[in-house]
């Protein structure tokens, strides 16, 4: 084999892998993006319930707080 061959040879393998990381990324890429989205998703659901919560012990107890830390803590 020549010189010219071998190095045309690593050059297509450099690229192939290249070509494999690249798709590797971009599926990356999508997965954190979508997981992204579902956790901005589910902190707006969680801010909803403890707002909910919220309301209903200020309706409950006509604005005193429930939830008192006991005093050993």
Same mark, same amino acid.
């Given at each position: 084999?020549?010189?010219?061959? /071998?190095?045309?040879?690593?050059? +297509? $393998?450099?690229?192939?892998? %290249?070509?494999? =990381?690249?798709?590797?990324?971009?599926?990356?890429?999508?997965?954190? /993006?979508?997981?992204?989205?579902? +956790? $901005?998703?589910?902190?707006? %659901?969680?801010? =909803?319930?403890?707002?909910?919560?919220?309301?209903?012990?200020?309706?409950?107890?006509?604005?005193?707080?429930?939830?008192?830390?006991?005093?050993?803590?």
């Amino acid at each position: 084999m020549t010189e010219k061959a /071998t190095i045309e040879d690593r050059v +297509i $393998e450099l690229e192939t892998q %290249m070509a494999f =990381q690249q798709e590797t990324i971009d599926h990356l890429n999508d997965m954190v /993006t979508r997981q992204w989205d579902l +956790i $901005e998703n589910q902190k707006k %659901m969680i801010k =909803q319930l403890d707002d909910q919560l919220y309301a209903l012990e200020q309706q409950s107890s006509g604005g005193a707080i429930q939830h008192q830390v006991p005093p050993h803590y």
